[in-house]
């Protein structure tokens, strides 16, 4: 005999909400802007521009990563409604 695995509890009605998608969504959100911002940085010198430090882009990403993290959690929010849809 084989044990069946147990089906994970559903909560019918009760999807995640759009602010805790951005919540579990933010740190990761926030880092990959971090590096982009410090890599665009980093290509900016080869045009003569002023380098970017890894702080000061660091703390370019902690408010650019907001309109960045709403848009990833509706992204995120529509894949798991279509997920869920009959």
Same mark, same amino acid.
């Given at each position: 005999?084989?044990?069946? +695995?147990? +089906?994970? +509890?559903?909560?019918? %009605?009760?999807?995640?909400?759009? &602010? ?9 959100? !926030?880092?990959?802007? &971090?590096? @982009?911002?410090?890599?665009? %940085? ?5 045009? %003569? &521009?002023?380098?970017?430090? +890894?702080? !000061?882009? /660091?703390? !370019?990403?902690?408010?650019? !990563?907001?309109?960045?993290?709403? /848009?990833?959690?509706? &992204? /995120?929010?529509?894949? /798991?409604?279509?997920? @869920?849809?009959?």
């Amino acid at each position: 005999m084989t044990a069946k +695995p147990h +089906p994970l +509890p559903q909560t019918e %009605g009760a999807p995640w909400p759009l &602010w805790r998608l951005g919540l579990l969504l933010y740190p990761f959100v !926030a880092m990959a802007v &971090w590096l @982009n911002l410090f890599m665009l %940085g980093l290509m900016a010198t080869w045009m %003569g &521009w002023p380098n970017l430090s +890894p702080i !000061a882009a /660091l703390f !370019a990403a902690l408010a650019v !990563a907001l309109p960045v993290d709403y /848009l990833a959690a509706l &992204w /995120l929010r529509r894949l /798991l409604d279509r997920a @869920n849809a009959p």
